[in-house]
Nanobody, 128 residues
Framework: QLQLVESGGGLVQPGGSLRLSCAAS????????IGWFRQAPGKEREGVSCISSSGGSTNYADSVKGRFTISRDNAKYTVYLQMNSLKPEDTAVYYC?????????????????????WGQGTLVTVSS
């Protein structure tokens, strides 16, 4: 059974940091592009960052560039999202998702396409 489980969310003050983890089970992470998405109350889900299967290509939403870093450790079946300089507008439920890697991901991964496996989400609240 393909499964993704997020962890690491919580309450943090503006300017603080959190590291989210996405642990995969039931499939070989090496063959999948992984994305982090978020959904704030009353808003549509948006792509935050994606990483190619090898980790050689990454993509970030403009709103998080320079503050968030995505990485992966395929040997540990885990993808991370390091979030620094957090802002109140980063408050959302964060989800990781997987889709099968395609050739173009190796040059420039995109947070588009069909992500068929999703985690349950982890809540990040940025507030003083």
């Amino acid at each position: 059974q393909l499964q993704l489980v997020e962890s690491g969310g919580g309450l943090v003050q503006p300017g603080g940091s959190l590291r989210l983890s996405c642990a995969a089970s039931g499939f070989t992470l090496t063959y999948y592009t992984i994305g982090w998405f978020r959904q704030a109350p009353g808003k549509e889900r948006e792509g935050v960052s994606c990483i190619s299967s090898s980790g050689g290509s990454t993509n970030y939403a403009d709103s998080v560039k320079g503050r968030f870093t995505i990485s992966r450790d395929n040997a540990k079946y885990t993808v991370y999202l390091q979030m620094n300089s957090l802002k109140p507008e980063d408050t959302a439920v964060y989800y990781c998702a997987a889709r099968e890697a395609i050739y173009s991901d190796y040059k420039l991964v995109q947070c588009s396409g069909y992500f068929g496996v999703w985690g349950q989400g982890t809540l990040v609240t940025v507030s003083s």
